[in-house]
């Protein structure tokens, strides 16, 4: 860790927009890998960026949902809300609070320059809102609310967190303070990213409009062994090493799939299924993704059941979290030279 890192107590955040079905690329990629993390015993607050999700329209009713689910998604996985800090982020004032500050940190033209704004908004840049273009400083506000030291992302959300880097730094030096971390991403490798079912080139997505495309964490047995067994493959067995999967993304997909959820690293797998057929080895990854998926769908379903329990849960979370993040808003207001009402 840099000098810069090590002033502070390490301290992990990451977030999940609740938009959409929870599926099996955001536990392979996102949640399974937070549960690592607040197994280490390390301070750990994940969030359902419901702030982030209305800068493109949402139902309102459909997002209040998907809240709840992702809630449910992170519960039944093994997010523990005792030991994490589980929350939604408009459940947390300062997290919209500290993003108008650094809205004013932040230049226009680091903005314009973020790929997933360009992609997002793309040649109607005109018609987007204020609030997509503004996203990344958000972003910025829900790390360095807590100090965050390291945030777990996917590959796509790296400059996200590099930028974040430069706000901090940008606030640092113009206040002549040292009050921010330089936050370390922590960027998931191409094993734990899932692509679709459908196509091994393009990412599992809750936008495809395929639903055989995605594992759902509430798909039941049937549907996902049924998805497994109409993955797209190619007509070859597998072979014996890892680097003849080189140029069979949908092949190598499935080994990823199995190796994560066997907890094991695909050299480990290749030793176990290369020169399988498919015939073989689909029925066993259909095996190994119910035995370890239906559970967590069933008990996201009985969680479900009783949202006044989930929300109760996301109250406790925010009192959590605000514990951490009011007095360091209070700082930075103090700062920037507002005047505090006494
Ligand atoms: N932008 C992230 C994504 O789409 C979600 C996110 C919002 C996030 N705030 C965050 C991730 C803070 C990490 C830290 O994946």
Not at 31 to 55: G, N, P, S
Request: hydrophobic letters at 45%.
């Amino acid at each position: 860790m840099s000098d810069q890192t090590s002033r502070f107590a390490p301290r992990v955040f990451s977030g999940i927009q609740p938009s959409g079905n929870l599926h099996l690329g955001n536990y392979l990629g996102a949640v399974k890998r937070f549960v690592d993390w607040q197994d280490r015993d390390v301070e750990t607050i994940f969030c359902m960026v419901d702030q982030h999700a209305i800068t493109v329209w949402q139902d309102p009713a459909d997002l209040a949902r998907s809240t709840r689910e992702l809630a449910a998604g992170f519960i039944a996985s093994g997010i523990d809300p005792e030991r994490s800090i589980l929350i939604a982020q408009s459940h947390v004032p300062e997290h919209a609070q500290l993003a108008w500050v650094l809205n004013c940190v932040a230049r226009m033209g680091w903005m314009r320059r973020m790929t997933q704004w360009k992609e997002k908004a793309g040649k109607h840049a005109e018609e987007a809102s204020l609030g997509l273009f503004a996203y990344p400083a958000l972003m910025a506000a829900d790390v360095l609310a807590y100090h965050a030291t390291h945030v777990p992302v996917g590959e796509d959300q790296k400059q996200h967190i590099e930028l974040t880097r430069d706000i901090a730094a940008k606030f640092n030096h113009d206040y002549g303070v040292d009050f921010f971390p330089e936050t370390e991403p922590v960027i998931e490798g191409a094993a734990t990213r899932v692509m679709s079912l459908r196509d091994g080139s393009r990412k599992m997505s809750k936008s495809d409009p395929s639903d055989a495309s995605r594992i759902n964490m509430t798909d039941d047995a049937d549907a996902i062994a049924k998805k497994i067994r109409r993955a797209r493959t190619d007509p070859d067995p597998l072979p014996e090493t890892i680097e003849g999967l080189s140029d069979r993304a949908e092949a190598r997909n499935l080994v990823n799939i199995y190796a994560a959820l066997r907890e094991i690293t695909a050299d480990e797998a290749m030793a176990e299924v290369g020169g399988q057929q498919f015939s073989q080895f689909k029925p066993m990854l259909a095996d190994l993704a119910v035995d370890r998926l239906a559970p967590i769908g069933a008990e996201m379903a009985r969680l479900m059941d009783d949202p006044a329990q989930i929300d109760a849960i996301l109250a406790r979370g925010a009192e959590r979290a605000r514990a951490i993040t009011a007095p360091i808003l209070d700082e930075v207001y103090r700062i920037v030279g507002f005047v505090r009402p006494r």
